[in-house]
């Protein structure tokens, strides 16, 4: 076991060398390379699909081929149909003032899980290479075979487009020795990991960049205005689809109190089996392990195979087992994720209780994954949707091939970001955006300095020199003006000269006092300030205004009052 180890070690060390050479060549790619070979291997992946689905069901015992077929094709087909159009290389957004560049990150460490092997594979290296990285895949133990001709058949058509052969690297002897040093090593750029809760930590705490996803554990609520034939029949074909091996499965049903009847009806019409406790029970001792974790030998089983492993009888043709649950926790098994067609039913009443019981079950095991709802009121859905603890909550639609983007218009992906709920560094759809690096070049658009020549600068041309600029004349003269017309206001006037007459006062700017200076005489006596506001008033009255050389003059009043001639100098 030893010799194994060390031998798993030293290839991933060879292999993240070897993709860190190859990406030099895979990150100077122009985006029509890139393209070509990406399409490339979507199709090769697309011709294989329903090969690799046979072999991933082989070798893994787990789900059904046909339903794996139709989740290579997915993975070969949608999810580059959604991607091919993404600019990954060069500028991807422009605006005037902001400049968007793409950078990829270098070698991805893509750690692929036994219950969707050959899809999650096509899955990572498309993104990994459509975002110009190269790949070093970690497969499953158990579905080492499948997943490594999967990796051949991309890399084989990537190589016919020009791919380097390293770009595209799977591990022929994994253990989790091995998978450490993948995650660990210096040249690593980031993770890609789909797995159980431990391999999810480890990479989170390996010290690199990682996208791991955690389990799910998805209740869907069936409210009383559901469509109830349509909400037990998307139900059925999501839990039961390969099987229930993708986490996005529905996993119990709670539903409103007033339509309950008619929805078990509909789920024994459609072909479910509810349980007697009797059953349910036996059910329950083979769902779970002695330490009331989940078994594995019922992961991707079919309802009659479990029932059979249970020792209860079912008829011929049930496409899942149903059981009445009293709660959520470690003492009621059916309530855990079970990865197969097996479901726990609960009765609530109202919205309120519906919701409270889908947060426990999201609570014990799930958090940030997924959740579902079938009703038509459309703001019970959005209520709904803020009270869950899920990034993706689909309405109306099997929660399996919504949370994808199957029958949704979420990011089409096989894996699938659980935010800080479910400790997760995102709640998206991991997509190839998520492995590029996006460096922004800032052109200034508040400036602290004006800028002498025009400001508008066109995008790419180098800024002009910023230098500081005098303010001109009419700034000082505007400055000093508001400043003194502000201190005047601040001196005490003296009171204006009754008047005898009831004629308004001139607007000559002066003022009469009754002394024996020269004022006696008649001699006006000059101002002490003068605005630009007065000069034009005397103006426009034709009227002087008499200062002396103690008089204080804005500049703009001088100018105009020398301009008009409004000025008598005594």
Not at 267 to 289: N, R, T, Y
Not at 512 to 533: C, L, M, T, Y
Request: hydrophobic letters at 40%; proline letters at 7%; a neutral charge.
């Amino acid at each position: 076991m030893a010799d194994k180890d060390l031998k798993s070690i030293q290839q991933a060390r060879d292999a993240v060398e070897a993709a860190s050479l190859a990406f030099k060549a895979v990150s100077a790619f122009s985006q029509a390379q890139v393209d070509d070979i990406c399409q490339q291997m979507s199709l090769a992946a697309l011709g294989e699909s329903a090969r690799l689905g046979r072999m991933a069901h082989e070798e893994t015992g787990f789900g059904k081929p046909d339903d794996k077929r139709e989740k290579n094709r997915f993975a070969a087909e949608d999810v580059w149909a959604r991607f091919k159009g993404l600019r990954t290389v060069g500028i991807v957004n422009e605006t005037p003032s902001v400049v968007e560049i793409a950078s990829p990150r270098g070698v991805v460490a893509a750690i692929i899980p036994s219950t969707n092997p050959t899809s999650t594979a096509i899955f990572k290296i498309l993104i990994s290479i459509k975002s110009r990285n190269t790949v070093v895949l970690s497969p499953h133990p158990s579905a080492a075979n499948c997943i490594a001709e999967t990796a051949r058949i991309m890399r084989d058509a990537g190589v016919g487009a020009g791919l380097p052969p390293e770009a595209i690297i799977c591990l022929t002897d994994p253990t989790i020795d091995g998978t450490e040093e993948l995650m660990k090593n210096k040249q690593t750029a980031v993770i890609l990991a789909t797995g159980g809760t431990g391999l999810v930590r480890a990479a989170y705490s390996s010290g690199k960049p990682a996208f791991g996803v955690g389990p799910g554990n998805v209740p869907v609520f069936v409210e009383r205005s559901a469509d109830v034939e349509k909400a037990v029949a998307d139900i059925l074909t999501g839990t039961c689809f390969d099987n229930g091996t993708i986490c996005a499965s529905e996993q119990s049903v709670v539903v409103d109190r007033s339509v309950a009847g008619a929805v078990r009806e509909q789920f024994k019409a459609q072909g479910a089996c509810f349980l007697s406790p009797a059953e349910a029970d036996s059910v329950a001792k083979v769902l779970v392990s002695p330490q009331r974790s989940l078994n594995p030998n019922i992961v991707g089983k079919s309802a009659e195979f479990i029932a059979q492993l249970a020792g209860i009888s079912v008829p011929a043709g049930t496409r899942c087992l149903i059981a009445d649950c009293g709660g959520v926790g470690r003492d009621f098994p059916w309530s855990i994720e079970k990865l197969s067609p097996t479901l726990a039913f609960f009765e609530v009443g109202g919205v309120d209780e519906g919701a409270e019981l889908c947060q426990q079950i999201l609570h014990f095991g799930g958090m940030g994954h997924t959740a579902g709802m079938h009703s038509k009121d459309r703001a019970a859905a959005i209520r709904y949707g803020e009270l869950m603890p899920a990034a993706r909550v689909i309405i109306n639609s099997p929660t399996t091939h919504g949370a994808i983007g199957f029958t949704t218009d979420l990011p089409p992906s096989m894996t699938l970001g659980c935010g800080s709920w479910g400790g997760n560094v995102t709640s998206d759809n991991i997509s190839p955006i998520h492995l590029m690096d996006i460096k922004r070049v800032a052109f200034e658009t508040k400036p602290i300095n004006r800028v002498a020549a025009t400001h508008a600068q066109s995008v790419g041309t180098p800024p002009k020199t910023v230098t500081p600029r005098r303010p001109d004349r009419k700034e000082i003269e505007a400055i000093v003006d508001g400043f003194l017309s502000k201190k005047l206001l601040e001196v005490p006037q003296p009171e204006p000269v009754k008047q005898a007459s009831t004629t308004p006062p001139p607007t000559v700017i002066h003022e009469i006092n009754e002394s024996n200076s020269a004022q006696d005489r008649g001699i006006p006596k000059p101002v002490d300030f003068v605005s630009e506001d007065d000069v034009r008033r005397a103006v426009q009255n034709g009227e002087k205004i008499y200062i002396s050389k103690k008089t204080i003059l804005t500049p703009s009043a001088r100018d105009l009052g020398e301009e008009r001639e409004v000025f008598a100098r005594i």
